[in-house]
């Protein structure tokens, strides 16, 4: 509850003139006096009390610095306080920790302090970077966006690029980075009215809807054909097909409406058997058209190697460069559907080594060692 | 305390004793495998003796500076007769002796046919900081 009204506060005290790094601090301190006086004494307007606290904590921070004559300035200029514009505060808050000018992993740094309300710890930990190169990462990220001002809505590309990145990297410590990412997404689809906010809601939804069975109970990655359907999260996946359905009446069509699309097919599918992977080539059609990547031309490969056989898949993996990421798994993957079980075992120990990730790198040294053990048998 | 650097090798260690290529065990080795490593992790962390652990790939280049305003010279992927690191573990314990302990416990880990691989391990003391009392 209390995160949930952090941009809209912040966005706030920006519009009365706050410097951006001053009032995120002030911010942060109101919300922990929220956690220490609100169990015993609850306000009857929580953002109203946000919003007074965290000004009094700025000007008092303001007071303190050597700055006397900008906060008088400040408090000339200060707009009555009232009823804001809630939905414009946090859009443009959005737009501010997306900006262009600053690089991804500022981008999602900020974007998790200042929207998500997550402490610079937590971020760190969900990064695997000590706390000090954390808040300095963000502290740079606050100076670089400190002077710009909207007087246009930005693009809403770059703040779905940056909640992309937050859902499909960093590591969970205390704090669990998929469902924060899904938390900022559903607020900003209640913000903005785009279909590929509800593409990427949806994408998300859909995906999270699987991680239960993702996972063996060792930690071993388990693919999506093994995975225990039963222990998918099927009010989710209701969710996620309900927000894509209506975003894809509207007709405009973009790239993560196209991948939940291909998301909500796999969900669609009771066993892996069922999986109409004809319509899944047709949508990896319609994302390679809209933006043509060379990893949709790889998954695409795969799919053409359920719906016309390995060979198809194999060809179409031709002409893609040796050089993909992931190219080789595939590639194993496929001879093994052909029956070709000596090229696909070395594949798969090639495709080890180059894996970019432990889990990836285990599951391969497994699916090569699954193989070899069955050959010499 | 005292930190030191525990070290694996792709290559350039000499030769384990249960010397068998990853992908010629059975699945169920290498789980076993890979539990054992967790296991280790978790119970240094148990007894505060974990700072941290990274696996790199083994893919890698070495890279000079070739003078100003020049982008830097790049030399790899690194030929087969180097020396490479595959990860490292750092530990902070009390005695050299029980650094030799624990890294003869990770060189035990099990491997083909679920015996010790007897992996030969780095053991690198950190340089530390000077002490406070020095006469």
Request: hydrophobic share 45%.
């Amino acid at each position: 509850m209390l995160r949930s009204l952090t941009p809209s506060v912040l966005g706030i005290l920006v519009r009365r003139g706050a410097d951006f790094a001053a009032a995120e601090d002030a911010v942060q301190d109101a919300l922990i006096e929220a956690v220490r006086v609100w169990p015993t004494d609850p306000p009857r307007d929580p953002k109203g009390w946000l919003v007074t606290v965290a000004w009094h904590k700025f000007l008092d921070a303001t007071r303190a610095d050597t700055a006397r004559r900008r906060r008088e300035d400040l408090l000339d200029e200060q707009p009555a306080p009232g009823p804001a514009p809630e939905v414009d505060d946090t859009l443009w808050l959005y737009f501010l920790c997306a900006h262009p000018a600053l690089t991804p992993s500022s981008a999602v740094a900020l974007t998790l302090r200042a929207v998500g309300g997550l402490t610079t710890r937590q971020i760190a930990q969900a990064y695997l970077v000590p706390e000090a190169t954390m808040a300095q990462r963000i502290s740079r990220a606050k100076r670089t966006v400190s002077g710009v001002r909207f007087d246009q809505p930005g693009d809403v590309a770059t703040v779905l690029r940056v909640l992309y990145l937050v859902f499909n990297e960093g590591y969970s410590g205390d704090v669990d980075l998929a469902a924060e990412a899904i938390r900022l997404t559903r607020q900003l689809a209640a913000a903005i009215d785009h279909p590929e906010v509800a593409g990427l809601l949806a994408l998300m939804l859909l995906h999270h809807a699987r991680r239960a069975s993702r996972t063996a109970l060792d930690g071993a990655l388990v693919p999506l054909a093994e995975q225990d359907r039963s222990r998918w999260d099927t009010e989710a996946i209701a969710e996620g097909v309900e927000i894509l359905q209506s975003a894809l009446a509207r007709d405009r069509l973009g790239q993560f409406q196209a991948q939940a699309a291909i998301a909500a097919l796999h969900a669609d599918a009771t066993t892996a058997q069922e999986t109409d992977w004809v319509q899944i080539v047709e949508w990896y059609d319609e994302l390679t058209r809209l933006t043509d990547n060379p990893i949709v031309r790889l998954n695409r490969a795969v799919a053409l190697g359920e719906a016309d056989g390995p060979r198809a898949g194999l060809a179409a993996l031709a002409a893609l460069d040796g050089s993909l990421p992931r190219r080789t798994a595939v590639a194993a993957y496929l001879h093994e559907r052909d029956g070709d079980l000596a090229t696909a075992a070395r594949l798969y120990a090639e495709a080890a080594r180059k894996a970019p990730n432990l889990a990836e790198r285990d599951h391969l040294t497994r699916q090569a060692a699954r193989l070899n053990s069955r050959r010499s048998r | 305390m005292a930190k030191y650097l525990l070290l694996k090798h792709y290559r350039g260690a000499p030769a384990p004793v249960n010397d068998v290529c990853m992908d010629r065990w059975t699945p169920q080795e290498i789980s076993a495998h890979i539990q054992y490593m967790q296991d280790f992790g978790a119970r240094l962390e148990q007894t505060g003796e974990f700072v941290d652990g990274q696996a790199v790939a083994p893919e890698g280049t070495f890279v000079r500076y070739d003078g100003e305003g020049r982008p830097p010279v790049t030399d790899g992927p690194f030929a087969e007769t180097k020396d490479l690191i595959a990860g490292w573990m750092v530990i902070d314990v009390d005695s050299y002796e029980r650094a030799l302990e624990l890294a003869g416990e990770l060189s035990a880990a099990p491997g083909a046919g679920g015996k010790p691989i007897h992996e030969w391990i780095e053991l690198r003391p950190f340089l530390a900081m000077p002490p406070t009392i020095t006469e």
